[in-house]
């Protein structure tokens, strides 16, 4: 298909023409494009070189009678060595300060690299919120978790022994069988009396009932000490015998000393299933 500049530039501006032409321009590039004849020369050039022509197009410029050196002749504010320059290379339109035509061949904006860009975000944001959902994991764990303690080992409690002991007080008892004769001299009689006396009951402390009966034996021989005279003799034999004294034993109970106390440790539960549970 053979195509005048004109028609071209004409293509330019309409958005199904310059599908069919292969230009890759958005609206507002095609009409800065088509408005600057530069810029309209140099992408026409391009597309021919990528659509060779069966019949040859008419040119886009008259071309002079003559043809001075490239150098001295201006064509259009440029000289030819320029023009031609200019339109072997991509075109750089500078319609305005902010906005630049692209290069005939150049990728169009929001092509390959700007999906590549929109993965990128995308794969950023899902790893972001994965962080989040781990952070917000982390701080409910801790602030739910529940602190308890574990028994390792139950106490075992102590045990004991029965012991028997001596108190430090004293018995004494009466066997009922007078320490004296009939017909003993009242003296000595007495004194076998006090001999029993001094070895139970003096010096020691007594139990209560040892105590009552020694001072049932201490009357009884100060009475006799009363009724002594010379030549008294024994002439029958009363209820007071010979004393015993024997130490007082009781029993108590003795610790074993195996008292041991429960190992434990404090245990912490997250979530209700992460840590040491029960």
Excluded at 208 to 234: K, N
Aim: net charge negative; proline share 8%.
């Amino acid at each position: 298909m053979a195509l005048s500049l004109e028609e071209f530039r004409s293509a330019l501006v309409d958005a199904g023409s310059r599908q069919g032409l292969g230009i890759r321009l958005s609206d507002t590039e095609a009409q800065q494009v088509a408005a600057d004849p530069h810029a309209a020369q140099s992408w026409y050039a391009y597309w021919q070189s990528m659509n060779p022509q069966t019949e040859p197009a008419a040119p886009a410029f008259p071309a002079p009678e003559t043809t001075p050196a490239a150098e001295t002749v201006p064509l259009g504010g440029h000289d030819f060595a320029q023009t031609a320059a200019f339109a072997s290379a991509p075109p750089a339109y500078a319609g305005t300060p902010t906005t630049a035509i692209p290069s005939p061949g150049a990728p169009v904006p929001g092509g390959p690299e700007k999906k590549s860009r929109v993965g990128l975000w995308v794969a950023l944001s899902i790893v972001g919120a994965l962080l989040l959902l781990a952070i917000i994991v982390v701080v409910v764990a801790f602030t739910t978790a529940r602190h308890w303690t574990k028994v390792d080992a139950p106490e075992k409690p102590e045990t004991f022994h029965s012991e028997e002991y001596e108190t430090g007080l004293y018995l004494v008892a009466d066997d009922g069988v007078s320490p004296c004769a009939v017909d003993q001299d009242w003296t000595d009689c007495i004194d076998a009396m006090e001999a029993q006396y001094a070895g139970a009951c003096a010096g020691v402390e007594l139990v209560p009932a040892a105590a009552m009966l020694c001072e049932q034996h201490r009357a009884e021989i100060d009475r006799m000490r009363a009724e002594d005279s010379e030549g008294a003799v024994v002439a029958s034999l009363g209820d007071f015998g010979h004393l015993t004294r024997t130490p007082e034993v009781a029993t108590r109970q003795v610790s074993n000393n195996d008292y041991e106390a429960a190992v434990t440790h404090e245990a912490v539960c997250y979530l209700g299933f992460l840590g040491e549970c029960d």
